[in-house]
């Protein structure tokens, strides 16, 4: 994938990793967009990156996605990449009733709204001389997190989704690609300067590393365990991930 000259959509820029990959995209002469539901923040970090660019958006809602596909195309004809990156991830616990909303919430941001903003953007993507999808997953699509069961299912979901929508743009000009990181020290959680999460900086810069090159799926070399344990034994990692985290807690909250 090129990183230079492109315009390119991210969801979910307005912290963590999609900022992270705004900014360093951006540094590098691309035309960045970036989309968020707090105009507030749009406005704050688009003053901090001169060039840059943002739209209103709530991943989570069809209208806001029809709207904001409608603006891109019509405001940025060059739009040429979309990054597919808004996520939440909230803790559940599935041995007992979970929370309805909270968990179609979670389906609806991670997995519908990828898929809805993409439908929106392909035909627009497929009339460009050269283009990419790029959609975030995470390691917890191989090695599911129990304590965020219904994200990690979700993350498997759009990493499958990922596959077909690969498979079927293959004769278009429009390259898919797969971000699947490890646990990164954002605020998807809690930014909590846990020293066994990755640092933001190095795993952007490893990511875009790893863009650059051919491979579809790009993992930083924390996340290759993790994306190598699918297969009949799988079930002995997640067992021990799992047991590690029952005795040594993820941080949630300040």
Same mark, same amino acid.
């Given at each position: 994938?090129?990183l230079?000259?492109?315009?390119?959509?991210?969801?979910g820029?307005?912290?963590?990793?999609?900022?992270?990959?705004?900014?360093?995209?951006?540094?590098?002469?691309?035309?960045?967009?970036i989309g968020?539901?707090?105009?507030t923040?749009l406005?704050?970090?688009?003053?901090a990156?001169?060039?840059?660019?943002?739209?209103?958006?709530?991943?989570?809602? +069809?209208?806001?996605?029809d709207?904001?596909? $409608?603006?891109?195309? *019509?405001?940025?004809? &060059? #739009?040429?990449?979309?990054?597919?990156?808004?996520?939440?991830?909230?803790?559940?616990?599935?041995?007992?009733?979970?929370?309805?909303a909270?968990?179609?919430?979670t389906?609806?941001?991670n997995?519908?709204?990828?898929?809805?903003?993409?439908?929106?953007?392909?035909?627009?993507?497929k009339?460009?001389?050269?283009?990419?999808?790029v959609?975030?997953?995470?390691?917890? +699509?191989?090695?599911?997190?129990?304590?965020? $069961?219904?994200?990690? *299912?979700?993350?498997a &979901? #759009?990493?499958?989704?990922?596959?077909s929508?690969?498979f079927?743009?293959?004769?278009?000009?429009?390259?898919?690609r797969?971000?699947?990181?490890?646990w990164?020290?954002?605020?998807?959680?809690?930014?909590?300067?846990d020293?066994?999460?990755?640092?933001l900086e190095p795993?952007?810069?490893?990511?875009l590393?790893?863009?650059?090159?051919?491979?579809?799926?790009?993992?930083?070399?924390m996340a290759?365990?993790?994306?190598?344990?699918?297969?009949?034994?799988?079930?002995?990692?997640?067992?021990?991930l799992?047991?590690?985290?029952?005795d040594?807690?993820?941080?949630?909250?300040?």
């Open positions: 994938m090129q230079s000259d492109n315009t390119i959509f991210i969801t820029g307005t912290s963590g990793i999609g900022r992270g990959l705004a900014e360093a995209l951006h540094k590098l002469g691309n035309q960045v967009i968020g539901r707090r105009k923040l406005d704050e970090i688009t003053r990156n001169p060039g840059m660019r943002s739209i209103e958006l709530d991943i989570a809602d +069809a209208a806001s996605i709207r904001a596909a $409608a603006t891109l195309v *019509a405001d940025y004809p &060059a #739009l040429n990449v979309l990054i597919n990156n808004a996520g939440i991830m909230p803790f559940d616990d599935v041995s007992t009733a979970i929370d309805e909270t968990a179609l919430s389906i609806d941001t997995l519908i709204g990828p898929i809805r903003m993409t439908s929106a953007l392909v035909g627009h993507l009339r460009q001389p050269r283009a990419a999808i959609n975030n997953t995470s390691v917890v +699509a191989y090695v599911p997190l129990a304590t965020t $069961a219904v994200y990690s *299912a979700t993350k &979901a #759009l990493h499958s989704y990922t596959m929508l690969r079927m743009l293959r004769n278009t000009n429009v390259e898919v797969e971000i699947a990181p490890p990164v020290n954002t605020d998807l959680i809690y930014k909590s300067g020293p066994r999460a990755m640092a795993f952007v810069a490893e990511t590393q790893g863009l650059a090159g051919e491979r579809e799926e790009v993992l930083v070399e290759q365990a993790a994306r190598n344990n699918p297969g009949p034994g799988e079930h002995k990692m997640i067992n021990e799992n047991l590690y985290f029952v040594n807690p993820i941080p949630v909250g300040a």
